[in-house]
């Protein structure tokens, strides 16, 4: 198995995090991983992405030009990285603030209010994790015994409080993800 | 077995340091290496192993207390980016001149002048060919993922002193702003004063001791011939290091038919290219150059004899091409050897690479 | 009388400092770079620290320091020795570190590194040689020339409009909480060098007490540079160097402690 994820929206969304929970989370399973970010000035308050590669086998380029999954948070993301989906592969979006959805027929496309039922949890914070649990359920490729491992690992110990909220905003993107595109693979 | 970990490139090269019992780091501040000091001083290894770690008001103070430092036998390093190396230059050659061992990484950014901060392999000529004045090589290695980064700390260092020369880790944004598996090095304790002075005592300025002439660490001697005999030691030394220290890796090269070079993360996404090529039919093979001076010039000739072409893939305008074309040449003159590679802080995609080898080798 | 008669203990009114070596000396008949290396011999010699004693030697005339006193030395480049001696000292902390460095060297390709060392208040010794000129390649305006003053690169004087000012780094190092002692001196009679010497001891003794930066300029002559005999570049050291650049400690006590500095919640 081996699942390449892009992920990419606004700096100070979590991108990042989300990222390298995931990819601890393969750590946490015995799986290789690279997690490689975009940095620099786009950090700071404009675009922000990273990808992250799971595989149970050496992992040759940390670098790609498609992937299996695409996880968007902003339009500027969807208008690059929309095309980047493998055929039959996974684009995941938050409506918020997207003007130009998704059109691609040869893809699954799933959406998740993340904005909205992170504030609906009460903590605006745990919308990437919202967002993360969607993509665990679209693409169960981690245990949820290894995300909450991966959350320990990734969270210094003065945040480690704060496991509860965030497995819960998980399990809440789980519920709440909504099909918009399924195609037969 | 070590300590596994999931970090940066740039985080391992400074728990590298800690652990390979580094006495000093001076450096300053530039994108995309500054995590290597942050993460130093985080970390607080004056308390633990007690090395010295220091922001230096620029890279021209930082490589010239890794000057001081090393020339009084200390194991000691520094890192910085393209531009920073660049100010580095004059004092790099100064130690090389004073023949003195210590490590410099270079996370690499794009340039010419200011650049990109996004990875480029644009100074490969700087790091093999030159940098300062005067004729004088570093060991260049370059890690390809974030274990080597680990890795190559302590063999950089070792073959540092192994030589009295200093080595570099040449690497780029890409490695190290990357997060992968890493398992840590054991421990090594620092040396003490009197093992310093046992192992180099006869050319470090540890203090004169009674029972020796008192030690002076210089680049000048005003007398031509003896600087000429100076100049022909290093290249004996150099020479020593193209027969001893070179190391590389080829992946799929036994059946191949057309070879990728490329070192550090050109030659990871050219092992996705080599896979995507194989896909297609296509005996593709990869060698990637682990040192790159000293160049491994003898696995390129020997393939030369047996394959129909080389590509090299770089991150830059095609710096390494010559080397690989002298090296083929030796094994037979008339192998072709092409080039594809992006700039300005672009990372070619597998992709592409397999796409200009078909249209550069294959179908040409 | 024979002149074994005259070599006696009890006769000896002068002698070489035991860490000054037997090689004959570069410099020109009437340098002060002789007299001061002599100095700083007598002082690592009186402190007894031959053994821990580091000397970094700059580019300019004094490159060759090294040649002179019978410690261990490291040659920087030009400019840079106040970071080589940082280097050293910082993971050598028992050694006692000192740059001796010109005026070209200190105050110009090199103000950046002795300012921050200053600042950051390095335990090292900076003997600061300014005889207003490049000795070394042949007579240059130095940072330190006065308005007015020829040389090889302002033939009609230092002019204001083309070269600037003169630049009194002493008073700008002595302005940094880094440092604990600093002071400028002459050593071109026996009354100045002995004072000389004494500023030196306490730089050095500084050093070895962990107290920051020393910092000693010894206002010199260059009677090749200046083209003078020795006593008529005495005369003119006195007569224009001297009121432009005033004896004295400048700063003698502690680094700055802390308070000041510190950020306020």
Known sequence: MTEEIIIAGFGGQGVLSMGKILAYSG???????????????????????????????????????????????????????????????????DPNGIVNPPTRTDINIYKIEGTKIAADLGNVKTFNMVVLGAYLKAKPIVKMESIRKGLEKSLPERHHKLIPLNLEAIEAGQEKLEAVNEVSV | MGDLRLMKGNE????????????????????????????????????????????????????????????????????????????????????????????????????????????????????????????????????????????????????????????????????????????????????????????????????????????????????????????????????????????????????????????????????????????????????????????????????????????????????????????????????????????????????????????????? | MDVKDIIKPENLVYQKPKLLTDKTMHYCPGCTHGVVHRLVAEVIEDLDIQEKTIGVSPVGCSVFAYNYIDIDWQEAAHGRAPAVATGIARVNEDKVVFTYQGDGDLASIGTAEILHACNRGENIVVIFINNAIYGMTGGQMAPTTLLGQVTATTPCGRDLERNGYPLKITELIAQLPGTSYVTRQSAHTPATARKCRKAIKKAFQNAIDKKGTSFVEVVSTCNSGWRLSPVDANIWMEENMFPFFPMGDMKDGERDAPDAYLKKN
Not at chain 2, 154 to 177: C, H, S, V, W
Request: include cysteine; hydrophobic fraction near 35%; charged fraction near 20%.
């Open chain 1, 27 to 93: 750590v946490m399973q015995d799986q290789e991983v690279t997690w490689f970010p975009s940095y620099g000035p786009e950090m700071r308050g404009g675009t922000a992405n990273v990808s992250v590669i799971i595989s149970d086998t050496r992992i040759s380029s940390p670098i790609l030009h498609e992937f299996d999954t695409a996880i968007i948070l902003n339009q500027q993301s969807m208008d690059k990285f929309e095309k980047t989906v493998k055929p039959g592969g996974v684009l995941l979006y």
């Open chain 2, 12 to 364: 391992v090269i400074a728990e590298a340091a800690i652990r390979c019992g580094c006495d000093g780091y001076f450096g300053y501040p530039i994108t995309p290496q500054s995590e290597v000091m942050e993460t130093l001083m985080a970390r607080e290894p004056w308390d633990e192993t007690g090395m010295v770690v220091l922001q230096a008001e620029s890279e021209v103070a930082s490589i010239n207390m890794v000057y001081g430092a090393a020339g009084s036998g200390k194991k000691v390093m520094t890192s910085s980016s393209s531009p920073g190396i660049s100010l580095m230059a004059e004092g790099i050659s100064y130690i090389a001149g004073a023949e003195l061992p210590c490590l410099i990484v270079n996370v690499q950014r794009g340039g010419p002048g200011l650049g990109t901060i996004q990875p480029s392999q644009a100074d490969y000529f700087q790091s093999t060919k030159g940098g300062g004045h005067g004729d004088y090589r570093l060991i260049v290695l370059a890690p390809s993922s974030v274990q080597e980064m680990n890795d190559f700390v302590d063999l950089g260092f070792e073959l540092a002193y192994k030589y009295r020369n200093p080595a570099m880790i040449l690497t780029d944004g890409a490695i190290g702003q990357m997060m992968e598996k890493v398992v840590l090095s054991e421990y090594k304790p620092r040396m003490t004063s009197e093992e310093i002075n046992d192992k180099y005592g006869s050319w470090a300025t540890n203090g004169k001791k009674p029972n020796r002439d008192y030690n002076i660490i210089t680049s000048l001697e005003m007398d031509s011939a003896k600087m000429e005999s100076n100049n022909l030691r290093f290249q004996e030394k150099y020479k020593q290091m193209e027969e001893e220290e070179v190391r590389y890796e080829t992946f799929q090269c036994d059946d191949a038919e057309y070879i990728l070079v490329a070192f550090g993360s050109s030659a990871r996404i050219c092992q996705k290219s080599v896979d995507l090529a194989r896909a297609k039919g296509l005996k593709v093979g990869l060698l990637r150059p682990i040192t790159l001076y000293p160049f491994p010039k003898k696995p390129i000739a020997e393939l030369a004899k047996k394959v129909k072409g080389f590509l090299t893939v770089e991150m830059n305008a095609g710096q390494m091409v010559e080397d690989v074309q002298l090296a083929a040449g030796c094994g037979n003159s008339s192998v072709p050897v092409k080039y594809f590679g992006r700039m300005g802080g672009i990372i070619p995609t597998p992709g592409e690479v397999v796409e200009a080898l078909e249209q550069k080798l294959i179908e040409a």
